[in-house]
């Protein structure tokens, strides 16, 4: 069964769920949580976990591995809040990805933080650019370089991000390994916060649509994301199996 970390101040609380560590940040605590971390110099990851990322980190060894060491493990399903309460009783709270990025360059802005973005086509990158400095006036873009590079540009852009040394790291589509780049390359790219994100640049870019708020407090945005890939829909399989695999431990782990 799921056990807990009590932390003080305004660390979150973490919790183990089904052997994959989650934590609970409320909205009111992000803001002292993201300042916190910024003082400390360090590198910091932040997940944003669905429900297949949890099931993905339960039997990939190296996705679990960058999730176990992340410092932030952030919910996005549904499914995992409803789980979550069912083996622990605690009230974990879920964002929608846009959203939690929202928040983070929203706090990084209010004390002129920067922010360095990698991924995306290059148009697409600089109507991103374009629109957070828009809306974000005080936050400093310190650099960019657009997804799908050769693998000889990769040590000129780890250079450069870590010469720019950004508060944020914002990393999207068009980045071999994805997510796991940055696990990849956890050591080198040097401090400050490190966040993945599939396809912000193109809602960014307002060439793609986030879900609406009221599918995804109903949980139903994943409907969407079946239609433009209609393979999706067999995640009804490995759902079920979540299912199941929420019981078993209800019943037989201590």
Known sequence: MGTETDKEG???????????????????QLSSIVYDLLKTKK?????????????????????????????????????????????TGKKAHRYMPF????????ILENREFTCYLLGGKRKILQKTEQNIRQTFPKLRVVGRFPGYFKRHEEPTIIKAIKKSSPSLLLVGRGVRGKERWISRNNLVLGEGMRLWCSDIFDVFAEKKKHPSRAAFNAGLEWIGYCFQKPMKFFRIFPYIGYKFLLLYYKLFKK
């Open 10 to 28: 305004e660390c979150p609380q973490r919790v183990e769920f089904l052997k994959v560590p989650v934590d609970i940040v409320t909205p009111d």
């Open 43 to 87: 590198e910091h990851n932040i997940v944003l976990l669905s429900l297949w990322d949890l099931l993905r980190a339960r039997r990939n060894g190296e996705y679990r591995s960058y999730v176990l060491k992340a410092t932030l493990v952030v919910p996005i399903s549904k499914s995992l809040i409803s789980g979550i309460k069912f083996l």
């Open 99 to 106: 959203d939690f990025i929202i928040s983070v360059l929203t």
